[in-house]
T-cell receptor
Framework: DGGITQSPKYLFRKEGQNVTLSCEQN?????MYWYRQDPGQGLRLIYY???????QKGDIAEGYSVSREKKESFPLTVTSAQKNPTAFYLC?????????????FGPGTRLTVL | QKEVEQNSGPLSVPEGAIASLNCTYS??????FFWYRQYSGKSPELIMF????GDKEDGRFTAQLNKASQYVSLLIRDSQPSDSATYLC???????????FGQGTRLTINP
């Protein structure tokens, strides 16, 4: 089965802790993305990567970090510098060939700060 | 002006009627446009994409694009209660490998 997996489904973080959200895809897609969604809002881009070992900041990168060491994996770290991290985090991937760059989403991770 | 504007709704439509969802965008260079459906608490799923001016039909769904007016719409015919969801419009960014998402329109189909 081809698809995108995210883990964990739910994550609880204490103030001052860093946490890492996992995203894996077996679609052989070049591009991967991280979004944040707050209640009643659209998706805001955190980081994206078009190729292994390269990534770009999105609109709200402050307080987050990523790595892209393998084509299949694009983990997101939410650092203690992110002041309001409680949100629904979505990972997506795309074959990356503009303009035919439809994105497919994983099931998401819901992060709550205690 | 927001990059992508959608009426947040809620849009209430009786079962069996046509639901019309609208989206305007600011980037004149956008070449591709995507519609996603998102059920409450779930991740978005792609339901339609359109690249050329005019209409594109897929089952009960029709996407309409007018690049001159920077307007894209989604029509859902014979609306079903299972169509109740938030619909996100996402144009591509010219020359970039990313999309920009509207805030979504919440659609409710009333039996």
């Amino acid at each position: 089965d081809g698809g995108i997996t995210q883990s964990p489904k739910y994550l609880f973080r204490k103030e001052g802790q860093n946490v890492t959200l996992s995203c894996e895809q077996n679609l052989n897609h070049d591009a991967m993305y991280w979004y944040r969604q707050d209640p009643g809002q659209g998706l805001r881009l955190i980081y994206y990567s078009q190729i292994v070992n390269d990534f770009q900041k999105g609109d709200i990168a402050e307080g987050y970090s990523v790595s892209r060491e393998k084509k299949e994996s694009f983990p997101l770290t939410v650092t203690s510098a992110q002041k309001n991290p409680t949100a629904f985090y979505l990972c997506a991937s795309s074959i990356g060939a503009y303009p035919y760059n439809e994105q497919f989403f994983g099931p998401g991770t819901r992060l709550t700060v205690l | 002006q927001k990059e992508v504007e959608q009426n947040s709704g809620p849009l209430s439509v009786p079962e069996g009627a046509i639901a019309s969802l609208n989206c305007t965008y600011s980037d004149r260079g956008s070449q591709s446009f995507f519609w996603y459906r998102q059920y409450s608490g779930k991740s978005p799923e792609l339901i339609m994409f359109i690249y050329s001016n005019g209409d594109k039909e897929d089952g009960r769904f029709t996407a309409q694009l007018n690049k001159a007016s920077q307007y894209v719409s989604l029509l859902i015919r014979d609306s079903q209660p299972s169509d109740s969801a938030t619909y996100l419009c996402a144009p591509s960014i010219q020359g970039a490998q990313k999309l920009v998402f509207g805030q979504g329109t919440r659609l409710t189909i009333n039996p």
